[in-house]
Nanobody, 119 residues
Framework: QVQLVESGGGLVQAGDSLRLSCAAS????????AGWFRRAPGKEREFVAA????????YYGNSVKGRFTVSRDNAKNTMYLQMNSLEPEDTAVYYC????????????WGQGTQVTVSL
């Protein structure tokens, strides 16, 4: 059973940067997409970014394009989300996940980490 554990969330100011990490264990993810999602209070879950665990293209939600970068380190079995130029609208609980498709069909989920961006 694959387990995903996020870390790196916190409280930052607008314009700051933050890097989230997601450590995977318990199985191989080479055939999965490594994805990041977020859920803000009162809103639907939103796709943020994804990259295939074996490499290749990266994918981003429109609201984070140009500011966020998704990556993975196969040797460490860890995925990352580098978030730059953070805005208050980025405040949400961020989840990492592993799935078969870019924006849907995610099977494994982390517990979530809170990111709060203040003015």
């Amino acid at each position: 059973q694959v387990q995903l554990v996020e870390s790196g969330g916190g409280l930052v100011q607008a314009g700051d940067s933050l890097r989230l990490s997601c450590a995977a264990s318990g199985g191989t993810l080479s055939s999965y997409f490594a994805g990041w999602f977020r859920r803000a209070p009162g809103k639907e879950r939103e796709f943020v970014a994804a990259v295939h665990w074996s490499g290749g293209s990266t994918y981003y939600g429109n609201s984070v394009k140009g500011r966020f970068t998704v990556s993975r380190d196969n040797a460490k079995n860890t995925m990352y989300l580098q978030m730059n130029s953070l805005e208050p609208e980025d405040t949400a609980v961020y989840y990492c996940a592993a799935g078969r498709l870019v924006t849907s069909g995610y099977t494994y989920w982390g517990q979530g980490t809170q990111v709060t961006v203040s003015l």
